[in-house]
Nanobody
Framework: QVRLVESGGGLVQPGGSLRLSCAAS????????MNWARQAPGKELEWLAS????????YYADSMQGRFGISRDNGQNTLYLQINSLKPEDTAVYYC?????????RGQGTQVTVSS
């Protein structure tokens, strides 16, 4: 059974940083492209970044370039998202999603709130 568990969210002040984690189990993690996406209240799911199976290739939404960093540790079956220079508009639930699109399996999400 595919299981994805996100963690690392919380309340952070504008300008701060967070590293989100996604622990994967129930499938061969190293065989799948992985994504991060987020959903703010009242808005649609927004794709943020993707990483290839071996971690060599990363892709970002244009608006996320420079502040977001996706990475993975296949030995630990864990996906990461580093977010720097956080802004109030980054407030959302952040999800890791398995596969080539945002239609794949996802976890329960981790809440990130950016506020002073």
């Amino acid at each position: 059974q595919v299981r994805l568990v996100e963690s690392g969210g919380g309340l952070v002040q504008p300008g701060g940083s967070l590293r989100l984690s996604c622990a994967a189990s129930g499938f061969t993690f190293s065989s799948y492209n992985m994504n991060w996406a987020r959903q703010a209240p009242g808005k649609e799911l927004e794709w943020l970044a993707s990483i290839s199976e071996n971690g060599r290739n990363t892709y970002y939404a244009d608006s996320m370039q420079g502040r977001f960093g996706i990475s993975r540790d296949n030995g630990q079956n864990t996906l990461y998202l580093q977010i720097n220079s956080l802004k109030p508009e980054d407030t959302a639930v952040y999800y890791c999603i398995r596969g080539l699109t945002t239609n794949g399996e996802r976890g329960q999400g981790t809440q990130v709130t950016v506020s002073s």
